[in-house]
């Protein structure tokens, strides 16, 4: 690691009265910063410890929501019985992610700005347009076993990393974030950006704002039929091949009223379809229109070569999770039974 | 680990920064890096080698330490940001010469080979005991999976756990469907 100076802030305007520093990077839990300071693929001369702006906590929203704090950690996040009992669909995601000692550290808002695990940003002697805007990409054409299959640019075909930030993107979350100008709300769908030309941008957060809270609106109407599914190369302690979030508001006649699908591991954002969910609305949920969502979902995809086997995978996934969604609401459980062997 | 080799910027100050920590009941106090890692500290600083460095990137578990009752990869985390707080290594669970529950468990189950990643599995099994989340054997396995076993002792560790958290043992089930591409334990 470089040498660094550290500061601790003491509020959200001590925090921000940092950004004159260049090479300034705020710091909560650090499982990913730290790691990637320790690689050099990311060399801050100053990191301010927001631990102390009181952001870590889990309540209520004005609109009859959740406000989660961006310092509040992933496993209290996904254990808090608000979370819990409101937003099954999130904690199944943040429990498929990591492991118990990470998520013990890493923070909500860090969940968001973590960056891919592509091998080639973490080698320093590949060229990585991400890590070294302009130098080029050594993963097309390299081992793409996780890379994208949607959204993918000539620039860049990284995956994001992040398991809850497919049940966020599913949830419609939104970000408060915190600057010298004051504050601002990004729809989640508008957070995470494509690589397109600028791969070394993952996000819209302009320099120097901060994460303060991730708002989840209501969402009651999708609690009894939701389902995280993830396919990994491990039973556990993986990052997404595939992953898929799963909303379904079902009425008593069988027909879906409303619909939310997300998947993880296939893209430079969690991804979502607006004719997708349209597909699904007023349709009788079953196999044939599960199937024709799944298509819709999928629509464009294109495999790098090793990866071509998530676009089959995804569209399987899709179904799969959609219909755990219409049996009730899936959570982590039934992973721990099947992976239990006779 | 090189890093600490690593010369600063000619004319600029190393500074350190003070860090007092409570390390198994006892008061410390250390001046340290800001870029030095809690198992560095640990490890160099503090005389205690327990904790290990496997990975040095939390993907191995070997760091595990406890803070405050949870536990975490002392790796990925700098003493400067532990500030104040209570940390717990192997080296502090026994009760003088009485081992822990799960130490003794660990030898009557044959849960290490090796014992590299053993004190990373002790502290993390105390850590799950502490959140109170696993309830069947299938969760404590999965919810162990943060510290890998390169010598495959899971089936011990898995047994040890789940004898001292007072787990039924697992028995047999036909109607539970058996996941091809799982391991036994």
């Known amino acids: ?342 | 680990m090189d890093d600490h080799l690593t010369v600063a910027p000619t004319g600029a100050a190393i500074g350190t920064y003070p860090v007092n920590l409570r390390i198994n009941g006892q008061p410390h106090r250390f001046e340290v890096e800001a870029w030095v890692t809690l198992l560095d500290l640990l490890r160099e600083r503090a005389g205690l080698t327990g904790s290990k460095k496997g990975c040095d990137h939390g993907q191995c578990g070997a760091c595990t330490v406890l803070v405050g009752g949870k536990r975490i990869n002392s790796c990925l985390t700098l003493a400067v940001m532990q500030n104040g707080k209570d940390i717990t290594t192997v080296e502090g669970l026994a009760d003088g010469t009485r081992l822990h529950p799960l130490q003794q468990a660990f030898i009557e189950h044959d849960a290490f080979q090796c014992g590299y990643c053993t004190p990373g599995q002790l502290c993390s099994a105390v850590g799950l005991m502490n959140e109170g989340e696993a309830n069947t054997v299938a969760e404590v396995r999965e919810l162990m999976s943060g510290n890998v076993c390169r010598c495959g002792a899971y089936p011990g560790i898995v047994a040890a756990v789940t004898e001292v958290m007072g787990l039924p043992e697992r028995k047999d089930n036909p109607d539970r469907p058996y996941l091809p591409g799982t391991v036994p334990a």
């Open chain 1, 1 to 342: 690691m470089n040498p660094i100076t550290y500061v601790e802030a003491a509020d959200v305007a001590g925090a921000l009265g940092h950004q004159h520093i260049s090479g300034r990077a705020f710091i909560a839990g650090g499982t990913n910063l730290i790691d990637l300071m320790k690689e050099q693929v990311m060399r801050p001369s100053t990191l301010v410890d927001i631990n102390g702006l009181r952001l870590d906590t889990i309540e209520p929203s004005a609109s009859g929501g959740l406000l989660l704090g961006a310092t509040a950690r992933n496993a209290d996040t996904a254990c808090h019985p608000l979370v819990r009992d409101g937003y099954p669909l999130l904690t199944a995601a943040i429990l498929a992610g990591a492991s118990p000692q990470i998520r013990n550290m890493a923070s909500n808002g860090g969940n968001l700005l973590q960056r891919t695990r592509c091998h080639y940003f973490y080698d320093l002697a590949t060229a990585c347009n991400k890590r070294d805007p302009g130098s080029g990409c050594a993963a097309i054409g390299g081992l793409t076993r996780q890379h994208a299959i949607l959204g993918a640019s000539a620039h860049c075909i990284a995956t994001h990393p992040s398991d809850m930030c497919v049940a966020l993107a599913a949830l419609e979350a939104v970000v408060h974030v915190r600057s010298g100008e004051g504050a601002r709300q990004i729809a989640f769908a508008d957070f995470h950006r494509l690589p397109e030309d600028h791969p070394e941008r993952d996000t819209t957060l302009a320099p120097g704002e901060l994460i303060t809270h991730i708002e989840l609106p209501p969402a009651a109407q999708f609690a009894a039929h939701s389902a995280y599914l993830k396919f990994r190369d491990r039973a556990s302690y993986a990052f997404a091949l595939v992953s898929v979030a799963a909303m379904l508001d079902v009425g008593d006649d069988g027909v879906v009223r409303d619909a939310r699908l997300a998947l993880g591991g296939v893209a430079h954002k969690p991804w979502r379809a607006p004719l997708a969910e349209a597909a699904l609305i007023g349709r009788r949920a079953g196999p044939e229109t599960f199937a024709h969502a799944a298509e819709l979902l999928l629509s464009g995809a294109r495999g790098q070569g090793d990866n071509d086997f998530k676009i089959t995978m995804a569209r399987r996934a899709v179904i799969r999770a959609l219909e755990q969604a219409l049996e009730g609401t899936h959570d982590n459980s039934h992973e721990f039974a099947g992976k239990e062997p006779l």
